[in-house]
Every structure is written in structure tokens, then in C-alpha cells.
Nanobody, 120 residues
Framework: QVQLVESGGGLVQPGGSLRLSCVASGFTFSSRFMTWVRQAPGKGPEWVSS????????TYRGSVKGRFTISRDNAKNTLYLQMNSLEPKDTALYYCARGGWETVPTRDNWGQGTQVTVSS
């Protein structure tokens, strides 16, 4: 079955950086678009970024553009999200999701999430 396992979250000070990783299995990773989704406490899920199956096309929500970089390594079945200049408003559970393009995929396509907390 589809498995998505995120890692790399943690507590970081404002202005700091984190790199999230997501290892995929149970499907042909190289043929699927992939998406990062986040959910802050008490709020609904929010689309963050998507990448095409080849990695040649990427897209970001406005509030993270210029600070976050999505990438993938199809040889390793791994999706990444490099997050720089982190702000307290970036605090959320971050999920890797199969599929999607500027949308939030259905929850059955998400991993278990990794917590990102930005605080001084």
C-alpha cells in the first residue's frame, strides 16, 4: 500500500532553516506529482508546494515563495522541502502527499506528518 514517511522536522528559531524529507513506497514515485501540505493547530490543511513527476515544474503558495524549495530524487523515491528564513507563522504539521497541483490531495494520500515549530 502507499506509504509516505516524513522526517526532518523540529524546533527552530525565527530565521532558521530545516530540510524535510519524505520517503515513498507502494507506488511508482517517479510517475506521480507530489505535494507538501501543512496544518497549523486549530486550522484546516493548507497547500504549500507541488512538484511535477520529473521535477522540472514546481509551484509554491505565495507566503513561502522565495523561502522554500521543493525537490525530489526519483532514484531514491524521496521528496524534499528545504525551508529557509522560517517564521513563527510556518509552525505546523507538515505532510508529504501523493498527487496534487496547487491543491490539497485527499487525506488517504498523506504521510503521518512531521512537526515544525518556529519559536524563539
Amino acid at each position: 500500500q502507499v506509504q509516505l514517511v516524513e522526517s526532518g522536522g523540529g524546533l527552530v528559531q525565527p530565521g532558521g532553516s530545516l530540510r524535510l524529507s519524505c520517503v515513498a513506497s507502494g507506488f511508482t514515485f517517479s510517475s506521480r506529482f507530489m505535494t507538501w501540505v501543512r496544518q497549523a493547530p486549530g486550522k484546516g490543511p493548507e497547500w504549500v508546494s507541488s512538484i511535477s513527476h520529473s521535477g522540472n515544474s514546481v509551484t509554491y503558495r505565495g507566503s513561502v515563495k522565495g523561502r522554500f524549495t521543493i525537490s525530489r530524487d526519483n532514484a531514491k523515491n524521496t521528496l524534499y522541502l528545504q525551508m529557509n528564513s522560517l517564521e513563527p507563522k510556518d509552525t505546523a504539521l507538515y505532510y508529504c502527499a501523493r498527487g496534487g497541483w496547487e491543491t490539497v490531495p485527499t487525506r488517504d494520500n498523506w504521510g503521518q506528518g512531521t512537526q515544525v515549530t518556529v519559536s524563539s
